[in-house]
């Protein structure tokens, strides 16, 4: 019985149950009635766009961000779905700071909906840099079924881990 690394930290009868949809051949179309549509954010440009309008939306006064994008290099199996930085450069007698989010290409192929879910993630660190209740409250309000999401996410990652094929 191989271990389910994204289910480590849930009960034992959950993680039961994922097994049996998994040699059921079940789990991918559980993810797929649930989640099956995608979303038409292709490349760096749409994915800056779409993070920008939902940061306008909900985070108005945050600091602006000057660059997102899909990288290739965050691996999922080192826990980093996606990550934000703050670069710091001199300019002249001046420090300018600039905001990065940079997203796992999984979430290209993956449900709109994870990908709300990743985003919101990100930005919620523009204010909140620790995975604190402050921290979860504003994902929440930003996806408001972030933790069902959150949870299903683990469950989609599962799904490829196992050899799924992507939504």
Known sequence: MQPLKYLAGY??????????????DRL?????DKYGQGHAVRN?????????EM????????EPLSKVVYDSKLQVVKHA?????????????????????RIAT?????????????????LAHLKESEHNKPFYQLCAHMAPDY????????????HLDCGGSPA
């Open 106 to 122: 999984v979430f290209r192929d993956a449900p709109a909906d994870f990908l709300k879910m990743i985003v919101a993630h990100e």
């Open 28 to 32: 991918g179309a559980v993810l797929a």
């Open 81 to 101: 779905l996606g990550t934000h930085t703050t670069v710091s450069r001199v300019q002249g007698s001046r420090l300018k700071a600039s905001r990065e989010i």
């Open 55 to 62: 940061k306008d939306r909900y985070l108005r006064k945050a």
């Open 11 to 24: 009960p034992e009868d959950l993680q039961m149950r994922v097994r049996a949809m998994i040699e059921q």
């Open 44 to 52: 760096d440009r749409q994915l800056y766009e779409y993070t920008v």
């Open 147 to 158: 933790h069902q999401l959150e949870f299903d996410l683990r469950l989609y990652l599962t």
